[in-house]
């Protein structure tokens, strides 16, 4: 099986712009989440979407949000791009996002605002 | 307030060395990971535990709740173990995850 995808790999943007980070599950996988990662703040948790529906979010401002497709890829976004959001973004599925499922995480987009 | 600390933040060991990597978290959990970072961002999901002790191969995890705490261990430590190891907890009410800021492990040959 294919691991977990994620486009673009790197990304520059500036101030103010929005920009769009994808995500393709392992296949058969129903739950997504993303993560966010910096050096000052490491690993931080943005939101889980399971079967379309998100089902859990961290503490982010409304400018970071996400959506989920029928056939379990994802997508999240950030508008009004701010340069503390140059970071890591990770996404990892699972199969059913149920509390022991072992996540699987992508290789992720590294993102630089300007 | 860090709900996931971590010990050390940073250790170096030589080659055949016994690991150890605390973990302290001060939620209430469903579930504990230890997850592993190499250069370049890639993360590896190594143990989901929820209680007692696991192993594969030279790694083992064991988590003792009643303590709120997780160890992972690593024997006959070797040059391709370095990496970061992040402890990271989903939480029972709310379902969330908090992780710790990694340890940085580097194994000299």
């Known amino acids: 099986k294919a691991g977990v995808t994620q486009t673009p790999r790197y990304l520059i943007k500036t101030r103010g712009q929005q920009v769009t980070l994808s995500c393709s599950p392992i296949?058969?996988?129903?739950?997504v989440s993303w993560y966010q990662q910096t050096p000052g703040q490491g690993l931080q948790f943005l939101f889980e979407?399971?079967?379309?529906?998100?089902?859990n979010k961290g503490n982010f401002p409304g400018r970071f949000s996400g959506r989920q497709f029928s056939n379990s890829r994802s997508e999240m976004n950030v508008s009004t791009l701010e340069l503390g959001d140059s970071a890591l973004y990770l996404c990892?599925?699972?199969?059913?996002?149920?509390?022991?499922?072992?996540?699987?995480f992508g290789p992720g987009t590294r993102l630089t605002v300007l | 307030k860090n709900e996931v600390e971590q010990s050390p933040q940073n250790l170096t060991a030589q080659e055949g060395e016994f690991i150890t990597i605390n973990c302290s978290y001060s939620?209430?959990?469903?579930?504990l990971h230890w997850l592993q970072q190499h250069p370049g961002g890639g993360i590896v999901s190594l143990f989901m535990?929820?209680?007692g002790k696991k192993k594969h191969g030279r790694l083992i995890a064991t988590i003792n709740i009643q303590e709120k705490h997780s160890s992972l261990h690593i024997t006959a430590s070797h040059p391709r173990d370095s990496a970061v190891y992040i402890c990271?907890?989903?939480?029972?009410?709310?379902?969330?995850?908090?992780f710790g800021t990694g340890t940085s492990l580097t194994v000299i040959p």
């Open positions: 939620v209430g959990i469903s579930a």
């Open positions: 979407y399971f079967s379309e529906t998100q089902r």
């Open positions: 990271a907890v989903r939480t029972d009410t709310g379902n969330q995850f908090y």
């Open positions: 296949s058969g996988h129903r739950s």
């Open positions: 990892a599925s699972s199969l059913s996002g149920y509390r022991t499922d072992t996540q699987y």
């Open positions: 535990l929820s209680s």
